[in-house]
């Protein structure tokens, strides 16, 4: 294992149960309530290009209401069969182990994928600095270094998913609507091309996943950081929770962040503050590890965590979608140009 890899443990919080399958809306009637979206659906990215954080709830907010989604959608695409089930998930903690600052921004969106965008955070950042990646990850900016290593802590429950299962050797088909405009792409013009991702998107949803989201991230010097996961490789589950007490504690860790509760809801942040608090020795601080500590409150956290963020997203391109050889590959030019100038120049 090569240091500068993100590592991961995960561990569960309570057993998975079943998914009880729904049956999929039709992708051409409106969204659900409270600004749901489905598999299938498309968007342009560009239209909101850098400023995905404000239509796709993925990190924190100042907001009183629940939401999920607040771009809307199109629906280029003929009905195929989708899968939308609810889940009864009892929730994951996860354990990201991080070389520097660019390893913890990428361990955050490791359950995010847009086609044709190699550092997905530039779609959601844009005009991001140090203060606002401080921000959203609870720790003070001193410690936003290549001088510290980190481990990112997250209790992730899935509510909600939803796909679009495609044969390998198929892809998506277009609405006769949506085949008509895409007939009228003409190769060499590049306005044609804009007007079609205008009009329908240029990525649909593969997959999605929402749910509830908790996280701490904890700063350590790159002299600790070797040690803790060279520690933990070697270590037994049942060996793992008393070296986590050593390990995320104040009096070995050079930070200990805020706990994050991605939706903002103050029901949980209440909840927080009464029940994480934790000490080693006469340091203080608050831990999530309480909640794999303590059955009772992995119960009560598991029914506060709702449904209002998206914990796992892939958007794939609507090419496959294109059937003429020649426009696909025409489309496919602009599209991938536009996206490797739009990813520079953020």
């Not at 085949?179 to 792409?185: G, K, L, N």
């Not at 804009?194 to 999605?208: A, E």
Request: proline share 5%; hydrophobic share 40%.
């Amino acid at each position: 294992m090569h240091l500068s890899e993100i590592v991961t443990f995960l561990l569960g919080l309570a057993p998975s149960l079943a998914s009880e399958p729904q049956d999929a809306p039709t992708r051409g009637e409106p969204s659900l309530p409270r600004d749901y979206f489905n598999a299938g659906e498309s968007l342009n990215i560009f239209s909101r290009y850098g400023y995905l954080r404000e239509d796709f709830h993925v990190l924190p907010t100042n907001s009183s209401e629940p939401w999920v989604v607040r771009m809307a959608t199109r629906s280029p695409l003929r009905d195929e069969p989708t899968r939308n089930d609810s889940l009864n998930h009892g929730g994951d903690i996860e354990f990201q182990f991080c070389y520097g600052p660019n390893q913890l921004l990428l361990a955050y969106f490791r359950h995010f994928s847009i086609d044709g965008i190699p550092r997905i955070w530039n779609s959601f950042l844009i005009g991001w600095d140090r203060d606002a990646f401080a921000k959203w990850m609870g720790i003070k900016k001193h410690f936003l270094s290549n001088a510290y290593s980190y481990v990112l802590v997250r209790i992730i429950r899935r509510k909600r998913t939803g796909s679009l299962p495609l044969a390998e050797d198929e892809g998506p088909s277009l609405t006769e609507s949506a085949a008509e405009d895409a007939a009228r792409i003409t190769v060499g013009d590049e306005a044609s091309v804009l007007r079609f991702f205008d009009k329908h998107g240029t990525h649909y949803v593969g997959n999605y996943t929402t749910g509830g989201l908790m996280y701490q991230v904890y700063a350590y010097s790159r002299r600790k950081y070797p040690k803790i996961v060279s520690e933990l490789q070697e270590k037994t589950v049942n060996k793992w929770a008393k070296y986590f007490d050593f390990v995320f504690s104040p009096w070995f860790a050079d930070h200990s962040g805020d706990i994050m509760v991605a939706s903002g809801n103050s029901t949980i942040k209440q909840w927080m503050h009464r029940n994480l608090n934790a000490s080693f020795f006469i340091y203080a601080h608050q831990s999530l590890l309480n909640v794999y500590r303590n059955k009772s409150l992995m119960q009560e956290l598991s029914t506060l965590l709702g449904d209002d963020v998206i914990v796992e997203l892939d958007l794939k391109t609507l090419l496959p979608a294109i059937k003429d050889a020649e426009k696909r590959s025409w489309v496919e030019e602009i599209l991938m140009n536009r996206l490797a100038l739009w990813d520079t120049g953020i």
